[in-house]
Nanobody
């Protein structure tokens, strides 16, 4: 089993920044990809950004140039730096981890999920 714990959510004004963290623990050997999803009220969960097969990163078109993924292997933690936030970025952000094959251009959703952290962008 893999446990994922997100943190860093909050409420900010448009144009502000937040950094989300996802700390992984448990049987993390064999994890081939990790990603961030978000779910806005009344909408489906969508992929925001992911790391696959090492250092390849994938971003949704809506966040390119504003969000940046990074990781600290020593801490088994992935980060999502979110800048120039917009009200459309509001939602619950979930961390996901996957085993099995991944590609450099697509992220294949894994079975492990965190509990989610709320991000609210509002004036």
């Amino acid at each position: 089993q893999v446990q994922l714990v997100e943190s860093g959510g909050g409420e900010v004004q448009p144009g502000g920044s937040l950094r989300l963290s996802c700390a992984a623990s448990g049987s993390i050997f064999g994890i081939t990809g990790m990603g961030w999803y978000r779910q806005a009220p009344g909408k489906q969960r969508e992929l925001v950004a992911a790391m696959t097969t090492g250092v390849n990163t994938i971003y949704a078109d809506s966040v390119k140039g504003r969000f940046t993924l990074s990781r600290d292997n020593a801490k088994n933690t992935m980060y999502l730096q979110m800048n120039s936030l917009k009200p459309a970025d509001t939602g619950v952000y979930y961390c996901n981890a996957a085993r099995g094959p991944q590609s450099s251009t697509d992220y294949y959703t894994g079975e492990y999920w965190g509990q989610g952290t709320q991000v609210t962008v509002s004036s």
